[in-house]
């Protein structure tokens, strides 16, 4: 059975400049979630989703970042516009619906903005 | 709201001693307790989980943790560590909500 999968692996930008990161999450998993883990640190919620409603989007950065899952499988992270802070790895992991279940992860995607 | 301490940010061990990391949390309801750990290199791995019943939780590679209700604490063991458990060892919790809170990650070195 195929994990998370996420694209790119890794991402070097300059500031200013727009990216997008990309996710697939396993197969009959509702819920999707995109965090942010900065070096040394555990992973941060930046939004939640089940299918394809945003149910928890309150540690987004909303001026600058934006998420969609249109059709309620793969997801779409975007920054517009990237600045020196955002370098860190940015993880997408999957789940069930449901309290009682374990969130799967994926390779994450390192952005490195210069 | 709740929130996850890992008390121990960096360990460094020779191979064959026993290990424990702590992990405390803060969250006043039923909570679900898990062990992630993320190899060099590599995703993050669940180790084990806890949901409910039998505090004393086995997981994989010979982990396991036990749940101390009265002390919100849900700390990791093993026995006898490998070189191979090298890694960094995260502790999360989700309480009321599939919200999955982690702690900021214990960074295991496993020495032959």
């Known amino acids: 059975e195929a994990g998370v999968v996420q694209s790119p692996r890794y991402k070097i930008i300059e500031k200013k400049q727009p990216v997008a990161f990309w996710c697939n999450p396993i197969s009959g998993h509702n819920t999707l979630y995109w965090y942010l883990q900065n070096l040394g640190q555990g992973p941060e919620l930046l939004i939640r989703?089940?299918?394809?409603?945003?149910?928890?989007d309150s540690q987004l950065p909303k001026d600058r970042f934006s998420a969609e899952r249109l059709k309620g499988v793969d997801s779409t992270l975007k920054i517009q516009p990237a600045e020196l802070g955002d370098s860190a790895v940015y993880l997408c992991?999957?789940?069930?619906?449901?309290?009682?279940?374990?969130?799967?992860f994926g390779q994450g995607t390192r952005l490195t903005v210069v | 709201a709740q929130s996850v301490s890992q008390h121990n940010h960096h360990v460094i061990l020779s191979e064959a001693a026993s290990l424990e990391l702590g992990c405390n949390y803060s969250y006043g309801g039923t909570v679900n307790l898990f062990w992630y750990v993320q190899y060099p290199g590599q995703h993050l791995q669940l180790l084990l989980k806890y949901f409910s019943g039998d505090p004393l939780v086995k997981g994989i590679k010979g982990f396991e943790a036990e749940f101390i209700k009265s002390k919100f604490s849900f700390n990791l063991r093993k026995p006898s560590v490998q070189w191979s458990d090298t890694a960094e060892y995260f502790c999360?919790?989700?309480?009321?909500?599939?919200?999955?809170?982690f702690g900021t990650g214990t960074r295991l070195q496993v020495f032959p």
């Open positions: 989703y089940e299918n394809e409603e945003a149910v928890d």
């Open positions: 999360a919790v989700n309480g009321n909500t599939d919200k999955l809170i």
């Open positions: 992991a999957s789940s069930f619906t449901g309290k009682n279940t374990e969130a799967f």
